[in-house]
């Protein structure tokens, strides 16, 4: 398939609503793009309703004839099979099936169905060797259950090779439900996710799909009440971060808090640094190195210093080789140096605070035996 006949497809927010026919998708231009939107129609050789996302879920449905679809986009938009790639049936479908022999041990589906789900791959835009990859993820899936969530994706605004890879990264989405999937994107939508950012956070990070409420639930309370960021500022992280939301909730808070007090940056240049997508031990080492330097200096109270630092993007978004030839002017050998020096004091003194804190307590159990034999 030529990839310029996918324009249509890659740029579905703004631009045209799709109609999903027999999982073969046909431009409708006088709808909005809305999940609403998507309609589904049969011809007489299409798939059964089983096998659409849309139609087993109960959506509204629009019957559109085969005189209305059949000259009005498939050559035009580009869904017919590239002259170059043999269609999904013969080879395709002998290796698929034995594919399914021998990951399943056996293939519950009959030729002529599998074929009809195969060419349903085809026309979203997957070409043969993409089509063997999807099912060699997750193999003892059921094909009508990949394909489900391969349509679900779709409505995303993903086109095919962008759904491959979300699959590859995180087979375990394949693993769930259209409904589970919906329901998840219909979420991140509320964090004030628009399209565009949402394709983007699901094609970094498509494990969020697999995260439960509660887990987001907590990185976004974090981020609002803990942190103080804006509904914006989290929107924005969210955005160009979206791997915090795999993080713990307490790590979150207390980078955001080295990085504040510690450091003295404020709110707006965390967020436009890309700060969340450096680990907080890189973040220290980086910063620890320059103050030791005389590099770099806490800000007082008032926001002063007596040097000019480096920005917070300056220190945490270059390489490590461009922060110690630009930001640090020191060698890779004195920074390897400084880190198992840093690394070795942090180590002792956590044992010092371990000890102090056993003496505590046997203080105050010493305390507490003492006011007992007097009683």
């Not at 998507?38 to 996302?53: I, K, N, T, V």
């Not at 099979?81 to 034995?98: I, M, T, Y």
């Not at 002792?348 to 505590?360: F, P, V, Y």
Request: charged share 25%.
């Amino acid at each position: 398939m030529h990839s310029s006949s996918l324009g249509p497809i890659r740029e579905l927010s703004g631009r045209a609503a799709w109609i999903l026919q027999g999982c073969r998708l046909v431009p409708s231009t006088h709808l909005p793009v809305t999940r609403q939107s998507w309609l589904c129609a049969f011809p007489s050789a299409g798939l059964s309703a089983s096998f659409c996302p849309l139609l087993s879920s109960g959506r509204r449905l629009a019957s559109v004839a085969p005189s209305e679809w059949s000259g009005r986009g498939l050559s035009s938009a580009g869904w017919e099979q590239d002259s170059n790639e043999p269609a999904p049936s013969g080879k395709l479908l002998e290796a698929v099936r034995l594919s399914l022999v021998a990951q399943q041990r056996q293939a519950d589906i009959g030729n002529s169905e599998l074929g009809k789900m195969l060419n349903s791959f085809s026309d979203m835009g997957f070409n043969n060797a993409q089509i063997m990859q999807l099912f060699g993820l997750q193999p003892r899936l059921a094909p009508q259950t990949r394909l489900a969530v391969v349509s679900e994706l779709l409505l995303l605004g993903l086109d095919a090779d962008s759904t491959l890879k979300v699959l590859q990264k995180s087979p375990e989405v394949l693993r769930m439900t259209a409904q589970q999937l919906r329901h998840r994107a219909d979420y991140l939508r509320r964090l004030d996710l628009g399209e565009g950012n949402l394709q983007r956070v699901v094609s970094h990070c498509p494990s969020i799909f697999t995260l439960s409420w509660k887990k987001i639930d907590a990185v976004v309370r974090v981020f609002k009440e803990k942190c103080i960021f804006t509904v914006d500022q989290v929107t924005e992280i969210l955005h160009h971060c979206p791997n915090v939301l795999l993080e713990e909730p307490h790590d979150l808070e207390y980078k955001f808090q080295y990085v504040y007090f510690r450091m003295g940056v404020k709110h707006k240049a965390m967020v436009k640094s890309g700060l969340f997508r450096t680990p907080v031990a890189e973040v220290k080492n980086r910063h620890i190195f320059l103050e030791r330097l005389g590099l770099y200096q806490t800000p007082d109270k008032k926001g002063q210093t007596q040097i000019v630092n480096p920005k917070l993007k300056e220190i945490v978004q270059v390489s490590e080789g461009d922060f110690l030839a630009k930001i640090a002017h020191s060698s890779l050998e004195e920074f390897e140096v400084f880190k198992k020096l840093l690394a070795r004091e942090e180590e002792e003194g956590d044992q010092d605070i371990a000890s102090e804190e056993r003496d505590s307590a046997s203080e105050g159990e010493g305390e507490m035996s003492d006011s007992e034999e007097g009683n």
